[in-house]
């Protein structure tokens, strides 16, 4: 079957099928009563799972088996700093804060500015390293707890890293990297050993602790690639392989066929936009609207392909019962594409000026969260 999408950590192109990126990954799905579990621990759904934006898993019933046993877990996830953060970026940030806080968990946030300096064209490393400093503004911003949270930086923390990474690299041989990430002859040597660095967290708590730690990895199902080979060698070195919390990706403000991308400033609010920017963005959207007032008063629209009403379902719209209204309205003609529109900018206008402030914050709290080699 010729596919008509692509996702891999470095690139998604197309639209999505996430059923089908299920089966070609050999994830599971998130069922009905894996939510019945972790709500039953958490004393509530947070809207992302309820809505399925996380919806794909690996190994999460051991972890929550352990759990309820009185096994604690940690998290990991990451960020490549190639860029600004968009609100894409975050998504996964904001569920792995709501992680923190139910289970109380240590989270171990890597930053790589080698894999960004090695995959993308940074002239200097230095200035990777520079971006991934910005991105944890965004990061702390986010209101991780300090006392549960360390951020270290590749570049930073390679002492650590290295060891783990060495013992990794010996058991992935060249042929499984061709074959998980397609790599051809011009590819720099930096690239193909990468996967041993991504993996390396995964193994740390164990190492700090002295003995065995679950870890729960919360990410974008297009990382998954680097997670398959590190649970491959997990028990191979001696560690319990990481599971995994995999969400979609937030669709590009420009509609079908994308994620956002921070090449494509339209694509996403950014949250270093000025108001009069992350409006714009919001007003100039793509939407499931008709062609004239009158007959999308008739005919109504279409949510499912509409980027305003995605933003609502995956982030802005916690409440299910507002979000119902929302699709019904839309679907029966009684809103137009301008009342959403406003809406939703009424919902990020607040947000996005609270961002800019504890951003600004953020800059005096940088060292109760980075940790280096020395
Ligand atoms: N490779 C990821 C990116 O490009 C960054 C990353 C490192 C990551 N470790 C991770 C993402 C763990 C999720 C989970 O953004």
């Keep these: 079957m010729p596919d008509d999408f692509v996702v891999t950590p470095w690139e998604v192109k197309g639209s999505v099928d996430y059923d089908r990126l299920v089966t070609q990954f050999g994830t599971e799905r998130i069922t009905p ?7 039953k621990t ?6 992302m799972l309820r809505r399925g934006v996380f919806y794909s898993h690996r190994d999460l019933n051991w972890i929550l088996d352990r759990y309820e046993k009185g096994t604690p877990f940690a998290l990991y996830t990451g960020r490549g700093p190639s860029s600004g953060i968009h609100i894409g970026h975050m998504l996964p940030w904001f569920f792995t804060k709501w992680l923190q806080e139910k289970f109380h968990a240590k989270l171990y946030f890597q930053i790589t500015d080698d894999e960004k300096f090695l995959f993308k064209d940074f002239d200097n490393l230095e200035d990777a390293t520079k971006v991934g400093y910005d991105n944890i503004l965004d990061i702390i911003a986010m209101g991780f707890d300090p006392k549960l949270t360390s951020i270290f930086l590749d570049t930073e923390y390679i002492h650590h890293l290295y060891p783990i990474a060495v013992e990794v690299a010996k058991r992935v041989t060249y042929s499984t990297t061709l074959a998980v990430f397609g790599f051809e002859n011009a590819n720099n040597i930096g690239e193909i050993f990468y996967t041993s660095i991504q993996a390396a967290p995964a193994f740390l708590p164990t190492i700090e602790a002295g003995k065995e730690v679950p870890v729960l990895i919360p990410c974008g199902i297009d990382q998954d690639a680097h997670f398959r080979i590190t649970r491959d060698v997990a028990p191979k070195l001696g560690y319990p392989k990481p599971a995994l919390i995999h969400t979609k990706l937030l669709p590009s403000l420009l509609g079908p066929g994308g994620k956002m991308s921070a090449s494509i400033p339209e694509s996403s609010i950014f949250t270093t936009d000025t108001e009069a920017q992350a409006r714009k963005k919001v ?8 062609a004239t007032v009158e007959e999308q008063r008739r005919l109504g629209a279409n949510p499912y392909i509409c980027s305003i009403f995605a933003q609502y379902n995956y982030i802005f719209e916690p409440n299910d019962k507002n979000l119902a209204i929302v699709e019904e309205t839309c679907k029966s003609g ?3 594409c301008g009342d959403c529109k406003a809406e939703l900018w009424e919902k990020v206008r607040p947000w996005l000026k609270a961002h800019h402030a504890a951003r600004e914050k953020a800059k005096d709290h940088v060292e109760e969260f980075v940790v280096r080699d020395r």
């Design 33 to 39: 009563e894996i939510l019945e579990r972790i709500r």
């Design 42 to 47: 958490t004393g509530e759904l947070h809207p």
């Design 283 to 290: 007003m100039n959207a793509f939407t499931g609207g008709r």
């Design 334 to 336: 009684a809103r137009l």
